[in-house]
Protein backbone atom coordinates (compact mmCIF):
# COMPACT_ATOMS: atom_id res chain seq x y z
CA UNK A 1 0.00 0.00 0.00
CA UNK A 2 1.82 2.81 -1.17
CA UNK A 3 1.17 6.96 -1.64
CA UNK A 4 -2.29 6.64 -2.69
CA UNK A 5 -3.81 5.03 -0.62
CA UNK A 6 -7.95 5.42 0.33
CA UNK A 7 -8.83 6.28 3.81
CA UNK A 8 -11.02 3.75 5.08
CA UNK A 9 -14.83 5.20 6.25
CA UNK A 10 -14.97 6.73 9.73
CA UNK A 11 -17.21 4.67 12.34
CA UNK A 12 -19.40 6.88 14.66
CA UNK A 13 -17.80 8.03 18.21
CA UNK A 14 -18.90 5.42 21.60
CA UNK A 15 -20.56 7.63 23.71
CA UNK A 16 -18.12 6.95 26.52
CA UNK A 17 -15.55 8.44 24.42
CA UNK A 18 -15.15 12.17 25.25
CA UNK A 19 -14.78 14.77 22.24
CA UNK A 20 -11.23 15.69 23.56
CA UNK A 21 -9.86 12.05 23.15
CA UNK A 22 -10.83 11.97 19.44
CA UNK A 23 -8.02 12.58 16.61
CA UNK A 24 -8.34 11.42 13.09
CA UNK A 25 -5.91 8.93 11.83
CA UNK A 26 -5.88 6.40 9.59
CA UNK A 27 -2.69 3.94 10.62
CA UNK A 28 -2.87 2.54 7.30
CA UNK A 29 -3.09 4.98 4.98
CA UNK A 30 -2.88 8.58 5.96
CA UNK A 31 -1.15 10.29 3.25
CA UNK A 32 1.17 12.20 4.97
CA UNK A 33 2.42 9.40 7.19
CA UNK A 34 2.55 7.23 4.02
CA UNK A 35 4.87 9.75 2.49
CA UNK A 36 7.27 10.70 5.15
CA UNK A 37 6.08 8.22 8.49
CA UNK A 38 8.03 9.26 11.23
CA UNK A 39 7.67 12.88 10.34
CA UNK A 40 4.57 12.12 10.76
CA UNK A 41 5.01 10.10 13.71
CA UNK A 42 6.40 13.64 15.17
CA UNK A 43 4.01 15.81 14.33
CA UNK A 44 1.90 13.31 16.42
CA UNK A 45 3.23 13.42 19.42
CA UNK A 46 3.69 16.87 19.31
CA UNK A 47 0.00 17.58 18.19
CA UNK A 48 -2.17 14.73 18.91
CA UNK A 49 -3.40 13.52 22.58
CA UNK A 50 -1.07 10.94 24.21
CA UNK A 51 -3.48 8.32 24.11
CA UNK A 52 -6.73 8.86 21.74
CA UNK A 53 -9.33 7.22 19.76
CA UNK A 54 -9.65 7.10 15.90
CA UNK A 55 -12.53 6.61 14.23
CA UNK A 56 -10.73 4.58 11.64
CA UNK A 57 -9.99 1.01 10.60
CA UNK A 58 -13.14 -0.03 12.57
CA UNK A 59 -12.84 2.38 15.70
CA UNK A 60 -9.69 1.89 17.77
CA UNK A 61 -7.38 3.33 20.66
CA UNK A 62 -3.84 4.86 19.80
CA UNK A 63 -1.54 4.88 22.60
CA UNK A 64 1.13 7.17 22.29
CA UNK A 65 3.17 8.41 25.21
CA UNK A 66 6.10 6.34 26.38
CA UNK A 67 4.66 6.11 29.87
CA UNK A 68 0.97 4.81 28.85
CA UNK A 69 2.32 1.86 26.35
CA UNK A 70 5.09 0.93 29.14
CA UNK A 71 2.57 0.44 31.51
CA UNK A 72 -0.44 -1.29 28.95
CA UNK A 73 2.45 -3.61 27.56
CA UNK A 74 3.42 -5.28 31.18
CA UNK A 75 -0.61 -5.04 31.88
CA UNK A 76 -1.88 -8.02 30.13
CA UNK A 77 -5.48 -7.86 31.72
CA UNK A 78 -6.06 -4.74 30.94
CA UNK A 79 -4.56 -5.31 27.47
CA UNK A 80 -4.46 -8.78 25.92
CA UNK A 81 -2.67 -10.07 23.00
CA UNK A 82 -5.73 -12.35 22.27
CA UNK A 83 -7.22 -10.39 19.59
CA UNK A 84 -9.27 -13.28 19.13
CA UNK A 85 -10.61 -14.35 22.45
CA UNK A 86 -9.16 -18.14 22.90
CA UNK A 87 -12.92 -19.27 23.87
CA UNK A 88 -13.98 -17.75 20.46
CA UNK A 89 -11.13 -19.57 18.78
CA UNK A 90 -12.28 -23.05 20.51
CA UNK A 91 -16.18 -22.68 19.71
CA UNK A 92 -15.24 -21.64 15.62
CA UNK A 93 -12.84 -24.71 15.66
CA UNK A 94 -15.94 -27.12 17.28
CA UNK A 95 -18.48 -25.98 14.67
CA UNK A 96 -15.36 -26.99 11.72
CA UNK A 97 -16.61 -30.30 9.68
CA UNK A 98 -14.53 -33.40 10.87
CA UNK A 99 -11.32 -33.56 8.42
CA UNK A 100 -10.66 -30.20 8.26
CA UNK A 101 -7.22 -29.07 8.16
CA UNK A 102 -5.74 -27.84 11.57
CA UNK A 103 -6.03 -23.96 11.60
CA UNK A 104 -2.95 -22.41 13.23
CA UNK A 105 -2.77 -19.81 15.57
CA UNK A 106 0.10 -17.78 15.77
CA UNK A 107 1.92 -18.18 18.80
CA UNK A 108 3.21 -17.14 21.23
CA UNK A 109 2.09 -13.49 20.43
CA UNK A 110 -1.26 -14.01 20.23
CA UNK A 111 -2.10 -15.67 23.54
CA UNK A 112 -1.88 -14.42 27.18
CA UNK A 113 -0.31 -15.45 30.11
CA UNK A 114 -0.15 -18.51 31.88
CA UNK A 115 -0.52 -19.71 28.31
CA UNK A 116 1.61 -17.55 26.63
CA UNK A 117 4.94 -18.54 29.07
CA UNK A 118 5.01 -22.44 28.80
CA UNK A 119 4.66 -21.52 23.95
CA UNK A 120 7.54 -19.08 24.46
CA UNK A 121 9.78 -21.06 26.35
CA UNK A 122 10.74 -23.51 23.51
CA UNK A 123 11.54 -20.68 21.51
CA UNK A 124 14.16 -18.95 23.97
CA UNK A 125 16.46 -21.30 23.58
CA UNK A 126 16.50 -21.10 19.68
CA UNK A 127 17.24 -17.60 19.93
CA UNK A 128 19.50 -17.22 22.52
CA UNK A 129 22.39 -14.58 21.93
CA UNK A 130 24.80 -17.97 21.63
CA UNK A 131 23.06 -19.72 19.17
CA UNK A 132 22.77 -16.11 17.01
CA UNK A 133 26.88 -15.21 17.57
CA UNK A 134 27.51 -18.70 15.89
CA UNK A 135 25.97 -16.81 12.51
CA UNK A 136 27.82 -13.56 12.62
CA UNK A 137 30.18 -14.68 10.04
CA UNK A 138 27.68 -16.19 7.41
CA UNK A 139 25.61 -12.97 7.66
CA UNK A 140 28.79 -10.43 7.50
CA UNK A 141 29.77 -12.67 4.44
CA UNK A 142 26.26 -12.66 2.81
CA UNK A 143 26.29 -8.67 2.92
CA UNK A 144 29.59 -9.06 1.29
CA UNK A 145 28.35 -10.54 -1.61
CA UNK A 146 25.29 -8.81 -1.69
CA UNK A 147 27.22 -5.24 -1.63
CA UNK A 148 29.98 -6.33 -4.23
CA UNK A 149 27.23 -6.84 -6.41
CA UNK A 150 26.19 -3.48 -6.09
CA UNK A 151 29.59 -1.44 -5.03
CA UNK A 152 31.01 -0.73 -8.79
CA UNK A 153 27.55 0.41 -10.18
CA UNK A 154 27.45 3.81 -8.24
CA UNK A 155 23.51 3.99 -7.66
CA UNK A 156 21.29 0.69 -6.25
CA UNK A 157 17.16 0.23 -5.01
CA UNK A 158 19.06 -0.81 -1.98
CA UNK A 159 15.41 -2.16 -0.27
CA UNK A 160 15.52 -4.94 -3.43
CA UNK A 161 19.60 -5.47 -3.59
CA UNK A 162 20.39 -5.87 -0.26
CA UNK A 163 17.90 -4.67 2.55
CA UNK A 164 15.38 -7.53 1.95
CA UNK A 165 17.69 -10.42 0.39
CA UNK A 166 19.95 -10.42 3.42
CA UNK A 167 17.75 -11.06 6.42
CA UNK A 168 15.35 -12.93 3.92
CA UNK A 169 18.30 -15.72 3.58
CA UNK A 170 19.30 -15.77 6.51
CA UNK A 171 16.38 -16.59 8.23
CA UNK A 172 15.19 -19.16 5.78
CA UNK A 173 18.56 -20.72 6.21
CA UNK A 174 17.80 -20.41 10.14
CA UNK A 175 14.46 -22.37 9.62
CA UNK A 176 15.79 -25.00 7.03
CA UNK A 177 12.79 -23.70 4.30
CA UNK A 178 14.00 -23.51 0.49
CA UNK A 179 16.07 -20.19 -0.71
CA UNK A 180 14.74 -20.65 -4.06
CA UNK A 181 11.14 -20.22 -2.86
CA UNK A 182 12.20 -16.48 -1.00
CA UNK A 183 9.94 -14.52 -3.47
CA UNK A 184 6.62 -16.47 -2.82
CA UNK A 185 7.10 -16.27 1.13
CA UNK A 186 8.08 -12.65 0.67
CA UNK A 187 4.53 -12.54 -1.02
CA UNK A 188 2.45 -14.00 1.28
CA UNK A 189 3.88 -12.19 3.96
CA UNK A 190 3.23 -8.65 2.49
CA UNK A 191 -0.39 -9.81 1.95
CA UNK A 192 -0.57 -10.91 5.26
CA UNK A 193 0.33 -7.93 6.82
CA UNK A 194 -1.35 -5.48 4.32
CA UNK A 195 -4.54 -5.76 5.42
CA UNK A 196 -6.68 -3.26 7.14
CA UNK A 197 -9.27 -4.56 8.65
CA UNK A 198 -9.08 -8.71 8.20
CA UNK A 199 -11.79 -10.69 8.52
CA UNK A 200 -11.03 -13.73 10.96
CA UNK A 201 -11.70 -16.22 7.59
CA UNK A 202 -9.69 -14.65 5.26
CA UNK A 203 -6.84 -14.51 7.89
CA UNK A 204 -7.50 -17.95 8.79
CA UNK A 205 -7.31 -19.11 4.83
CA UNK A 206 -3.95 -16.93 4.94
CA UNK A 207 -2.72 -18.70 7.70
CA UNK A 208 -3.32 -22.15 6.27
CA UNK A 209 -1.85 -21.06 2.90
CA UNK A 210 1.51 -20.15 5.19
CA UNK A 211 1.79 -23.81 7.03
CA UNK A 212 0.98 -25.49 3.44
CA UNK A 213 4.30 -24.17 2.08
CA UNK A 214 5.98 -25.36 5.08
CA UNK A 215 4.40 -28.99 5.77
CA UNK A 216 6.22 -30.87 3.60
CA UNK A 217 10.03 -29.09 5.32
CA UNK A 218 8.41 -30.02 8.85
CA UNK A 219 7.59 -33.74 8.28
CA UNK A 220 10.84 -34.37 6.57
CA UNK A 221 12.74 -32.69 9.34
CA UNK A 222 10.87 -34.96 12.05
CA UNK A 223 12.30 -38.00 10.28
CA UNK A 224 15.81 -36.46 9.41
CA UNK A 225 17.03 -33.18 11.65
CA UNK A 226 19.47 -30.86 10.54
CA UNK A 227 20.71 -27.70 11.61
CA UNK A 228 17.77 -25.34 11.82
CA UNK A 229 15.38 -24.17 13.85
CA UNK A 230 12.26 -26.33 12.71
CA UNK A 231 14.65 -29.85 13.73
CA UNK A 232 15.53 -28.23 17.34
CA UNK A 233 12.04 -27.62 17.82
CA UNK A 234 10.92 -31.22 17.11
CA UNK A 235 13.15 -32.26 20.01
CA UNK A 236 11.81 -29.59 22.19
CA UNK A 237 9.07 -30.03 24.77
CA UNK A 238 6.20 -28.00 25.34
CA UNK A 239 4.88 -27.98 29.13
CA UNK A 240 6.50 -31.50 29.69
CA UNK A 241 4.83 -32.30 26.58
CA UNK A 242 6.47 -33.53 23.29
CA UNK A 243 5.66 -31.24 20.15
CA UNK A 244 3.45 -32.39 18.05
CA UNK A 245 2.23 -31.11 14.27
CA UNK A 246 -0.20 -28.42 15.13
CA UNK A 247 2.51 -27.13 17.65
CA UNK A 248 5.18 -26.89 14.75
CA UNK A 249 2.60 -25.16 12.81
CA UNK A 250 1.22 -22.41 15.63
CA UNK A 251 4.99 -21.68 15.93
CA UNK A 252 5.22 -21.64 11.86
CA UNK A 253 3.32 -18.80 11.39
CA UNK A 254 4.62 -16.33 13.76
CA UNK A 255 8.01 -17.24 12.64
CA UNK A 256 7.20 -16.83 8.91
CA UNK A 257 5.60 -13.49 9.85
CA UNK A 258 8.01 -12.20 12.38
CA UNK A 259 10.93 -13.74 10.83
CA UNK A 260 10.52 -11.97 7.02
CA UNK A 261 9.30 -8.42 7.57
CA UNK A 262 11.04 -7.28 10.17
CA UNK A 263 14.70 -7.11 9.88
CA UNK A 264 14.39 -5.74 6.55
CA UNK A 265 12.67 -2.58 7.60
CA UNK A 266 14.72 -2.03 10.20
CA UNK A 267 17.66 -1.66 7.54
CA UNK A 268 15.73 0.53 4.89
CA UNK A 269 15.13 3.29 7.82
CA UNK A 270 18.87 2.70 9.01
CA UNK A 271 20.37 2.94 5.52
CA UNK A 272 18.33 5.90 4.37
CA UNK A 273 19.15 7.51 7.70
CA UNK A 274 22.70 7.55 7.15
CA UNK A 275 22.06 8.00 3.50
CA UNK A 276 20.75 11.62 4.78
CA UNK A 277 22.87 12.42 7.56
CA UNK A 278 26.89 12.73 5.73
CA UNK A 279 28.37 13.32 9.38
CA UNK A 280 27.31 10.44 10.55
CA UNK A 281 29.04 8.44 8.21
CA UNK A 282 31.84 9.79 8.02
CA UNK A 283 32.07 9.48 12.31
CA UNK A 284 31.34 5.75 11.31
CA UNK A 285 33.35 5.35 9.50
CA UNK A 286 36.14 7.09 11.72
CA UNK A 287 35.18 4.87 14.71
CA UNK A 288 33.55 1.45 13.37
CA UNK A 289 33.24 0.46 17.30
CA UNK A 290 30.77 3.58 17.16
CA UNK A 291 28.62 1.26 15.00
CA UNK A 292 26.66 -0.86 18.17
CA UNK A 293 25.52 1.98 19.61
CA UNK A 294 24.41 4.36 16.76
CA UNK A 295 22.40 0.98 15.71
CA UNK A 296 20.73 1.18 18.94
CA UNK A 297 19.98 4.62 19.00
CA UNK A 298 18.40 4.30 15.11
CA UNK A 299 16.10 1.72 16.11
CA UNK A 300 14.75 4.18 18.88
CA UNK A 301 14.56 7.06 16.10
CA UNK A 302 12.92 4.65 13.65
CA UNK A 303 11.29 2.19 15.93
CA UNK A 304 8.77 0.83 13.19
CA UNK A 305 6.49 -1.57 14.66
CA UNK A 306 2.72 -0.96 16.41
CA UNK A 307 1.59 -4.24 17.91
CA UNK A 308 -2.51 -4.77 18.44
CA UNK A 309 -4.06 -5.20 22.30
CA UNK A 310 -7.50 -6.00 23.42
CA UNK A 311 -9.03 -3.94 25.92
CA UNK A 312 -9.95 -7.44 28.34
CA UNK A 313 -11.98 -5.47 30.81
CA UNK A 314 -14.03 -1.94 31.17
CA UNK A 315 -11.65 0.14 32.94
CA UNK A 316 -10.04 4.07 33.23
CA UNK A 317 -6.93 4.35 31.38
CA UNK A 318 -4.83 7.81 31.60
CA UNK A 319 -8.21 9.67 32.80
CA UNK A 320 -10.43 7.82 29.82
CA UNK A 321 -12.70 5.29 30.17
CA UNK A 322 -12.32 2.06 28.12
CA UNK A 323 -14.36 -0.93 27.52
CA UNK A 324 -13.85 -4.69 27.22
CA UNK A 325 -13.48 -5.81 23.50
CA UNK A 326 -12.41 -2.50 22.22
CA UNK A 327 -8.89 -2.75 20.01
CA UNK A 328 -5.89 -0.86 21.43
CA UNK A 329 -2.79 0.22 19.24
CA UNK A 330 0.51 0.47 20.88
CA UNK A 331 2.31 3.11 18.74
CA UNK A 332 6.02 2.27 19.38
CA UNK A 333 7.15 4.75 16.80
CA UNK A 334 5.57 7.62 18.97
CA UNK A 335 6.35 6.00 22.25
CA UNK A 336 10.85 6.23 21.29
CA UNK A 337 9.86 9.64 20.23
CA UNK A 338 8.16 11.23 23.55
CA UNK A 339 10.30 13.99 24.19
CA UNK A 340 9.20 13.46 27.94
CA UNK A 341 11.46 10.26 27.77
CA UNK A 342 13.82 11.09 25.31
CA UNK A 343 15.98 15.38 25.01
CA UNK A 344 15.37 16.20 21.61
CA UNK A 345 14.03 13.37 20.59
CA UNK A 346 13.86 13.62 17.17
CA UNK A 347 18.02 14.09 16.66
CA UNK A 348 20.23 10.72 16.45
CA UNK A 349 22.28 11.36 19.31
CA UNK A 350 25.38 8.64 19.78
CA UNK A 351 25.42 10.52 23.35
CA UNK A 352 21.90 10.79 24.81
CA UNK A 353 21.85 9.75 28.25
CA UNK A 354 18.45 7.38 28.35
CA UNK A 355 19.68 5.12 25.65
CA UNK A 356 16.72 2.22 26.40
CA UNK A 357 13.89 2.15 24.00
CA UNK A 358 11.03 0.23 23.04
CA UNK A 359 11.45 -0.72 19.59
CA UNK A 360 11.15 -4.23 20.20
CA UNK A 361 8.03 -3.83 23.11
CA UNK A 362 8.26 -4.15 27.16
CA UNK A 363 6.96 -7.34 29.20
CA UNK A 364 5.60 -10.85 28.24
CA UNK A 365 5.62 -10.44 24.81
CA UNK A 366 8.61 -8.55 24.39
CA UNK A 367 10.74 -9.22 20.94
CA UNK A 368 12.35 -13.37 20.96
CA UNK A 369 14.10 -12.20 17.70
CA UNK A 370 15.67 -8.63 19.26
CA UNK A 371 19.24 -10.06 19.53
CA UNK A 372 19.14 -11.39 15.81
CA UNK A 373 17.77 -8.32 14.79
CA UNK A 374 20.31 -6.68 16.54
CA UNK A 375 23.02 -8.76 14.91
CA UNK A 376 21.71 -8.51 11.63
CA UNK A 377 21.40 -4.35 11.32
CA UNK A 378 24.75 -3.86 13.54
CA UNK A 379 26.62 -6.31 10.51
CA UNK A 380 24.67 -4.71 8.01
CA UNK A 381 25.61 -0.86 8.74
CA UNK A 382 29.55 -2.08 9.13
CA UNK A 383 29.50 -3.50 6.30
CA UNK A 384 27.57 -0.79 4.34
CA UNK A 385 29.99 1.45 6.01
CA UNK A 386 32.82 -0.16 4.75
CA UNK A 387 32.22 -1.21 1.48
CA UNK A 388 30.40 2.06 -0.13
CA UNK A 389 31.77 5.50 -0.02
CA UNK A 390 30.24 8.52 1.14
CA UNK A 391 26.33 7.71 0.18
CA UNK A 392 23.61 9.89 -0.39
CA UNK A 393 19.39 9.27 -1.77
CA UNK A 394 18.79 9.64 -5.15
CA UNK A 395 16.76 12.99 -5.57
CA UNK A 396 15.45 11.60 -8.55
CA UNK A 397 13.73 8.65 -6.66
CA UNK A 398 12.81 9.95 -3.08
CA UNK A 399 12.28 6.60 -0.92
CA UNK A 400 8.59 5.20 -0.63
CA UNK A 401 6.74 3.25 2.42
CA UNK A 402 3.54 1.27 3.49
CA UNK A 403 2.56 1.38 6.70
CA UNK A 404 -0.08 -0.70 9.09
CA UNK A 405 1.52 -2.55 11.90
CA UNK A 406 5.14 -2.03 10.58
CA UNK A 407 6.46 0.86 9.36
CA UNK A 408 7.98 -0.43 6.28
CA UNK A 409 10.25 0.97 3.13
CA UNK A 410 9.18 0.32 -0.19
CA UNK A 411 11.93 1.24 -2.10
CA UNK A 412 15.50 3.27 -1.87
CA UNK A 413 17.14 4.70 -3.95
CA UNK A 414 20.95 5.59 -3.89
CA UNK A 415 23.84 6.93 -5.61
CA UNK A 416 27.24 7.70 -4.23
CA UNK A 417 30.67 8.08 -6.69
CA UNK A 418 32.12 4.92 -7.86
C1 LIG B 1 14.31 -5.04 13.89
C2 LIG B 1 13.60 -6.16 13.83
C3 LIG B 1 12.47 -6.51 14.75
C4 LIG B 1 11.64 -5.70 15.46
C5 LIG B 1 11.64 -4.17 15.52
C6 LIG B 1 10.74 -6.56 16.20
C7 LIG B 1 9.75 -6.09 17.05
C8 LIG B 1 8.93 -6.91 17.81
C9 LIG B 1 7.94 -6.43 18.73
C10 LIG B 1 7.62 -4.96 18.99
C11 LIG B 1 7.36 -7.51 19.32
C12 LIG B 1 6.25 -7.50 20.38
C13 LIG B 1 4.90 -7.78 19.76
C14 LIG B 1 3.78 -7.62 20.75
O1 LIG B 1 4.00 -7.07 21.83
O2 LIG B 1 2.65 -8.03 20.43
C15 LIG B 1 7.97 -8.69 18.75
C16 LIG B 1 7.65 -9.99 19.11
C17 LIG B 1 8.21 -11.09 18.52
N1 LIG B 1 9.25 -11.10 17.62
FE1 LIG B 1 10.20 -9.50 16.85
N2 LIG B 1 11.03 -7.86 15.92
C18 LIG B 1 12.09 -7.89 15.06
C19 LIG B 1 12.71 -9.00 14.54
C20 LIG B 1 12.35 -10.29 14.82
C21 LIG B 1 12.98 -11.45 14.26
C22 LIG B 1 14.14 -11.45 13.27
C23 LIG B 1 12.36 -12.53 14.77
C24 LIG B 1 12.70 -13.93 14.47
C25 LIG B 1 11.86 -14.79 14.12
C26 LIG B 1 11.32 -12.05 15.68
C27 LIG B 1 10.46 -12.86 16.41
C28 LIG B 1 9.51 -12.40 17.29
C29 LIG B 1 8.60 -13.27 18.01
C30 LIG B 1 8.55 -14.79 17.93
C31 LIG B 1 7.79 -12.46 18.79
C32 LIG B 1 6.68 -12.89 19.74
C33 LIG B 1 7.15 -12.93 21.17
C34 LIG B 1 6.05 -13.24 22.16
O3 LIG B 1 4.87 -13.06 21.86
O4 LIG B 1 6.40 -13.69 23.27
N3 LIG B 1 11.36 -10.69 15.69
N4 LIG B 1 8.93 -8.29 17.84
Redesign the pocket.
Known amino acids: MTGAATLSPAVPKPAHVPDAAVYDFDMFADPAYVADPHKRVMDLVQNAPRVFWTPRNGGHWMLMSHAAIFNA?RDIEAFS?EIVPQSQIKAMVARLPPGTPHIPQPL??NIDPPD?TKY?AP?NRV?SPKAINALKNDIRALANQLLDRVADKGRCEFMTEVAEPL?VQV?LKMLGLPLERQEEYRAIVKDHLSDPDPDPKNVMKKLLHITAIMRDTMLERRENPRDDIISLLWKTEIDGKPTTMDDMENYGV??FI??LD??M??IGHGVRHLAMDLPLQDQLRQNPQLVAEATEEI?RRY???V???VVGKDMEFEGLQMKKGERAM?F?PAADLDPKEYANSESVDLKRENKVHI???A????????H???V??QIVYEQVLARLPQFRLDPEHPPTFHCGHIIGVDSLHLTWNS
Open positions: ASPIHRLFPFVLAGTVNGLTFTPPRLLAFNGPHRCLGSLAREL
